[in-house]
C-alpha cells in the first residue's frame, strides 16, 4: 500500500490535463488576470529604477554636503 508521501511529481500528461482544466475553470478570466500581472510588474521595474536614480541623485549630493547631525 502507497502512502501519500511516495507520490512523485506529476509528468507532462498530468500537466497538461491540469492546464486545459484551468483554462476551462478560468478561460475568461485569464486574460484580465495576466494583463493585471503585466502592469504590475512594469510599475514594479518603474519604481525600481527610479528608486535607483534616487539613491544615486542622494549619493553625488551626499558628497558635496557636509554630514548633518542626528539627533535622538
Not at 529604477?49 to 551626499?62: I, L
Request: net charge negative; glycine share 10%; aromatic share 6%.
Amino acid at each position: 500500500m502507497q502512502t501519500l508521501a511516495f507520490i512523485g511529481m506529476p509528468g507532462h500528461v498530468e500537466l497538461i490535463v491540469l492546464l486545459l482544466i484551468v483554462l476551462i475553470l478560468f478561460g475568461k478570466r485569464l486574460p484580465t488576470a495576466m494583463y493585471s500581472v503585466g502592469k504590475s510588474i512594469t510599475e514594479f521595474k518603474r519604481g525600481a529604477s527610479e528608486e535607483g536614480k534616487d539613491d544615486n541623485a542622494e549619493e553625488s549630493e551626499g558628497s558635496s554636503r557636509t554630514p548633518e547631525k542626528q539627533e535622538n
